[in-house]
């Protein structure tokens, strides 16, 4: 049986230090070798001149520097561009690139598809096959970084900000994106600060309070609904923790740092969760949380049976917060023309979970009432 070789491109600082270790090393050569893949972006380690040929030799034997494959790219007119990327299994993942004026967000899948099927996510619909490894989350930004190169046309900072709200839920990849989100923030690799890397959960409390023990970057919540009864059916896993636990870990996620708050994500569902009154219900809910919110118009996909709100309704529901003193912005929609916008990533996920089929075997019933329910 032959054995994997070590994917280096994973390792972040700690583990890189151990890995020079075992082969009798110096920890300097871990700052070398981040440099180098990320920096640099080598993926040879025969081009890793300033390493000896023997050490060379040395790590060859048990390891290499293998970044994903680029299946599909493309790029929308507002500028936004989306990566398909093939993992070595055969699965798609997606990855994409929002250019503003001042800055540009890279957003990060954690996983193959996902569990937690939320009713109004496209994700969630392709069903889930596997967790991502730390090189293949940090690979996503390894591929985007070389292509947005100065040698590309960009200038050399083209990527400010990371937000881990590609596909999946980070927080149920726990290791391998704290592992990820580390090389991310190293200043030997993207040198990003703590406030410009934000992982987005859809509230996985006991995971929330472990984040907060091993990482200070950005956290932003996928609230969506101000009462259990209708966040119970937009983000299921609400029913296992419900609003009264994730406000509270929410209330005190920041209490140590005075002017940092959780991002609550509120997708904008015409008829659904846009009402004043559930404008009223999340100002009760959020009136002692450092919080600021963002409101998310819902981006439509194909069989979804919500329908994006209006401006008009947007406006009035954001006005409603910032009156009551919540700081509340509306997120504009990019890449929707690539369906590179929030939500709308489904890559090619070979469906464990079966959910798809059991999803199109319902459609199928709806469809012909003369079917029982299997
Ligand atoms: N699982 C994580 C991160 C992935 S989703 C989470 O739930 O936070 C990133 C954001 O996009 C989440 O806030 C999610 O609720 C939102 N989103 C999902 N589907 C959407 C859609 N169709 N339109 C707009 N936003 C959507």
Not at 5 to 14: E, S, V
Not at 48 to 54: A, D, E, V, Y
Not at 176 to 199: A, E, H
Request: charged share 25%; with cysteine; net charge positive.
């Amino acid at each position: 049986m032959t054995v994997a070789k070590i994917n280096l491109l994973g390792l972040d600082y700690q583990a890189m230090q151990d890995f020079f270790k075992t082969l009798g090393e110096k920890s300097y050569r871990a700052e070398q070798m981040l440099k180098a893949i990320h920096f640099h972006g080598v993926r040879d380690i025969e081009k890793l001149t300033t390493f000896s040929k023997p050490l060379r030799e040395k790590m060859a034997a048990i390891a290499d520097i293998r970044p994903p494959d680029v299946a599909f790219e493309s790029t929308a007119p507002d500028g936004t561009h989306k990566w398909v990327i093939r993992l070595s299994d055969g699965n798609c993942i997606e990855t994409v690139f929002i250019p503003e004026t001042k800055r540009g967000t890279l957003c990060v899948s954690s996983q193959v598809g996902c569990v937690l099927n939320c009713d109004f996510c496209s994700t969630g619909k392709q069903g889930f096959s596997r967790n991502l490894d730390a090189a293949e989350i940090i690979g996503q930004v390894w591929v985007a970084a070389r292509a947005l190169s100065r040698e590309n046309g960009y200038h050399d900072h083209a990527i400010t900000n990371i937000v881990m709200m590609g596909m999946g839920e980070p927080l149920l990849n726990f290791d391998n994106v704290i592992s990820s989100m580390n090389i991310m923030l190293d200043d030997f690799c993207y040198g990003l600060s703590k406030r410009r890397v934000t992982l987005s959960t859809a509230g996985v409390v006991p995971k929330m309070l472990e984040l907060r023990e091993k990482s200070d970057v950005a956290l932003a919540v996928s609230l969506h609904a101000p009462n259990d009864e209708l966040r119970d059916i937009l983000v299921p896993i609400n029913k296992k923790y419900p609003l009264k636990e994730l406000m509270r870990v929410c209330r005190d996620y920041f209490k140590d740092e005075k002017r940092r708050y959780v991002t609550m994500e509120y997708v904008m569902l015409a008829g659904v969760n846009d009402q004043p009154i559930h404008a009223k219900q999340l100002i009760a809910l959020l009136r002692d949380i450092p919080a600021k919110v963002n409101l998310i118009p819902f981006n439509p996909f194909p069989e979804t049976i919500y329908k994006r709100s209006d401006m008009d309704t947007i406006d009035r529901f954001r006005l409603t917060l910032m009156d009551a003193g919540i700081n509340c912005l509306t997120r504009k929609t990019r890449g929707e023309e690539i369906d590179a916008a929030c939500g709308q990533l489904v890559g090619e996920v070979q469906d464990r979970t079966q959910r798809v089929a059991r999803l199109a075997k319902k459609n199928q019933r709806r469809a012909d009432p003369r079917q029982k329910e299997a």
